[in-house]
């Protein structure tokens, strides 16, 4: 481990000017003139997974942007670990707001300033280095390693689940590694092992064949507005409970010790309430704001329309209403059931005078990992080495599709280690990444790599 | 009476040319390209009105378009009767769709087509060659009799209750006679005595700084359109009663006469329902559907909106919603007092988490001219003595502006003797006036004017 860490802090400058090299690069994948750019991107790694010792390193097309492979699978027997991450990047607009330009690395403040950097170059980057580390001072790696970088994470892994299906020998693993979530501070390392889902719909309300003058019918006929409000209103208590009947059924509840873990995690409800300029905050009662966020589903109107928005008055009765609506699913939860449960209840509920079609949209499962499994607790023991403090287990209440996709695909544990702070401007102008957390991510994964055998018995 | 009535047979054509001349002028007062045409409009009432006997005939400017007056004031001591009526035409798009020209008047079905043949220059008409002939035969009036054409009804009556308030004393009279209105049917005369009134509002609702990610934070925060929904629904019963306290306490309910009298018009719920393309009609319980219609009053949802309205997906948390609400009043209810108690309801049941702002609009009054009154029951006799049928009461669901004005006004009876029918294209391409209408209107308007001394034992 010495020699290890005595190599990354002397070949620093070499890699961080690897890093600019990739960063250079306009990977941008919602662009279609980038698409020259998203392959050169693609090459680099694949150049520095060779260079770094791996094999069969190549590009691997999809009906999309290409996959970059590599593997070392010199220990049979020993576990496979697959580390995935991404190589293209958000859009720049507005550039004007840019301190240097997003394809031009800069380094001031102890952080690298492109786009990609945080989200997810470097992380991603990290892995390559920290793996070539213990290659080039050992010989080997102590475990099976195989990369699955892909090219569309920004518009929306289109084509990645299909692919993985696809070739699904080839990158199945005992577990699944990805640096691209958020540490909850600088000092405070974290280990995300749950995640929501989503289930999406939409409801369109009907009532007479068109819009009817308020003076001439109104009182006798039904007004598609009236009757989305009350159906609407039956889907939550007043306090913010929801009450699709079964909608928490298969919810898995949060057990003591996670409770109590989230207990000592920093937040102040009042500061946070103050923050987003709210009079009160509001959530299912008995449970805490992060364990609202974290661990409780939800159903959230996303959007409402009917009749007349315009400026001053139109005394229109509308026949038309409009709801958009998606949940937030927590583990124990399906996506499709839920979607059955909404579509029972809109048909139990709907109003006199009305009908309604039910329209399902995207859905995608929550994610929990097995918060003792030894690749999990590893992963807090590795922060722990490299940043003198103890990290911490939380959940995220939004959801990573490829999260998911691995899941449901291999059904082994997947173990966010991230390395990106919140406030790194992925996605915004001046994104940037913490050299601090580029030294200390690259320890944190030597760590985890090099203990992964002893952690799984293997 | 007789020779009256022969002297209108004899000139039927003459009074044809006459109301030709009159709908071939494209006064569209919502055009300023029509300004002079406007102009012409009233210059020719003028004339016809000094033509038929009246003096002063003359043009009275306001803020808008001109109004048309002219008295004939020869019976100190009777009563004055105060004929209200409109020369200004709705515009004519889509042209493409008139068979004949709309400033081409066509007789074609014993119906004259034209843009204003029914709303309102035909049934003005009506008036001033009823008078005339009872002025050329008889050599005066049987009562003081003042015009008021305005050149502005199409655009709202913008500047009609001002100039009203200017000339209070030139316009006074003991009652206001209109024809804008629409009979039950061709052999269904009917006289209006009611209308309803309106109060407009805006319901603004926020609760945080800005759209949230319901990932990140739905759970814990206030969502707006969920708000507004728990809001709106405060707002009705489920059957359709309007829930905000002291809503139907001015409410004056129906006499048993009045709803004997509805029961006895000709209506179908069934025929109804299916040709507004209703699963089920929706009203107040305890009232028949020409009753919610006529004399009860409504809180009409005309729109809302907020968050997402796209198509797909968008997982957003709304911080804002807005609802626009109109309700028809009727007789005994103070439009600002109903804005009074929506407001207080809406203060009242704002949800937690929420604020909200509470926008007056637009108020008119509702009107209710004195069932009994010897003036309402005079107009039923006219009818019946030119129809052969016996004219009914009824209500109407809407509200007409100038007949509150003159209402509010004058505190006097506004009787709605009208002569149009409900198909005849009113703001529609093929606008017509059917001639059977105009010449029995003509001899139930020569009835009520000679015999409402009696009537008002004047």
Redesign the interface.
């Known amino acids: 481990m010495d020699a290890i860490e005595r190599r990354l802090r002397d070949r620093r400058e070499e890699h961080l000017a690897q890093l600019k090299s990739l960063l250079s690069i306009p990977s941008i994948s919602a662009l279609s003139e980038h698409k020259q750019d998203i392959r050169r991107a693609a090459e680099f790694l694949k150049e520095a997974l060779t260079d770094a010792g791996f094999q069969n390193a190549q590009l691997m097309e999809t009906a999309g942007h290409p996959v970059v492979y590599g593997e070392w699978l010199g220990k049979p027997g020993k576990p496979t670990v697959l580390v995935y991450g991404h190589y293209d990047v958000q859009p720049v607009d507005p550039l004007h707001l840019w301190q240097t330009p997003p394809f031009e690395p800069d380094i001031r403040d102890n952080q690298i300033y492109a786009r990609g950097a945080s989200d997810d170059k470097g992380p991603t980057f990290l892995h390559i280095k920290a793996l070539e580390a213990i290659l080039q001072e050992q010989g080997e790696l102590p475990v099976n390693v195989k990369f699955c970088i892909e090219g569309e994470e920004e518009v929306g892994s289109a084509h990645l689940e299909a692919f993985l299906n696809e070739h699904q020998a080839q990158f199945q693993a005992d577990l699944v590694l990805i640096s691209d979530t958020t540490m909850l501070s600088p000092v405070k390392p974290s280990i995300c092992y749950g995640l929501?889902g989503?289930a999406?719909c939409q409801i369109d309300l009907k009532?007479?064949?068109s819009d009817?003058?308020?003076?001439?019918?109104?009182?006798?006929?039904?007004?598609a507005?009236?009757a989305?409000?009350?159906l609407?209103?039956t889907l939550?208590a007043?306090d913010?409970t929801v009450t699709v009947e079964g909608f928490y059924d298969d919810v898995i509840e949060l057990s003591p010790e996670e409770r109590a873990e989230y207990a000592k995690l920093p937040h102040d409800d009042e500061s946070?309430r103050k923050s987003?300029?709210?009079?009160?905050?509001?959530?299912?009662p008995g449970y805490t704001?992060l364990e609202?966020?974290w661990a409780?589903?939800?159903l959230?109107?996303?959007?409402?329309?009917?009749?007349?928005?315009g400026e001053?008055?139109?005394?229109?009765?509308?026949n038309e209403?409009?709801?958009?609506v998606?949940c937030?699913l927590v583990p124990g939860q399906d996506p499709n059931k839920i979607l059955d449960l909404i579509e029972t209840h809109i048909k139990k509920h709907t109003?006199?005078?009305?009908?309604v079609t039910f329209i399902r949209?995207?859905g995608g499962y929550p994610y929990l990992a097995p918060y003792d499994h030894p690749a999990i607790q590893l992963a807090a023991d590795a922060y722990t080495h490299a940043y003198g403090v103890k990290a911490v287990f939380t959940r995220?209440?939004?959801?990573i599709p490829v999260v998911e996709t691995f899941s449901q695909l291999f059904h082994k544990p997947v173990v966010l280690m991230g390395f990106s702070l919140g406030d790194e401007n992925f996605h915004a102008p001046n994104e940037h990444f913490s050299l601090t957390n580029f030294d200390k991510g690259l320890r944190t994964l030597c760590y985890y790599y090099l203990n992964l055998p002893t952690a799984l018995n293997a």
């Open positions: 929501r989503l999406a009532t007479a064949n009817l003058h308020s003076g001439l019918y109104g009182g006798a006929v039904p007004n507005v009236h989305l409000v009350e609407l209103d939550h007043p913010g946070y987003l300029g709210l009079p009160a905050l509001h959530g299912e704001t609202r966020l409780r589903p939800t959230e109107l996303n959007g409402i329309y009917g009749g007349f928005q001053g008055t139109k005394t229109v009765i509308p209403a409009h709801a958009k998606t937030r109003p006199v005078g009305a009908t949209q995207d995220m209440g939004g959801s």
